[in-house]
């Protein structure tokens, strides 16, 4: 099985930019990935997916405009603009063998371990 771990996080004051990556243990042509995140005491939120060639895109409206979803033959990425306080907290890369992209943490089946991003005003 695909195993996937995040890097890029850390902290940064409000208006810059981060890029997330998360590197893939093997080939995800098939499979649809997704970026998810979780703040202290909350529940994890839909970020971003997209499927292998990135035809089916999906952004939460709070990122739209300032974050882009994108993968390579190894990592997907996330880059991260215009960063406000409300986007604190842990990011998590999630996959799972499948054309069909979710929105819901519950459809994918493979996650890595996170990395924090924090924001300051």
């Known amino acids: 099985q695909v195993q996937l771990v995040e890097s890029g996080g850390g902290l940064v004051q409000a208006g810059n930019s981060l890029r997330l990556s998360c590197a893939t243990s093997?080939?995800?042509?098939?499979?649809?990935m997704a970026w998810f995140r979780q703040a202290p005491g909350k529940e994890r939120d839909f970020v971003a997916a997209?499927?292998?060639?990135?035809?089916t895109t999906y952004y939460a409206d709070s990122v739209k405009g300032r974050f882009t979803i994108s993968r390579d033959n190894a990592k997907l990425y996330l880059q991260m603009n215009d960063l406000i306080p409300e986007d604190t907290a842990v990011y998590y890369c999630?996959?799972?063998?499948?054309?069909?992209?979710?929105?819901?943490?519950?459809?994918?089946?493979?996650w890595g371990q996170g990395t924090q991003v924090t924001v300051s005003s």
């Open positions: 997209n499927n292998w060639n990135g035809g």
């Open positions: 999630a996959a799972r063998d499948s054309s069909v992209v979710g929105r819901e943490a519950r459809w994918y089946n493979i």
């Open positions: 093997g080939p995800t042509f098939s499979y649809a």
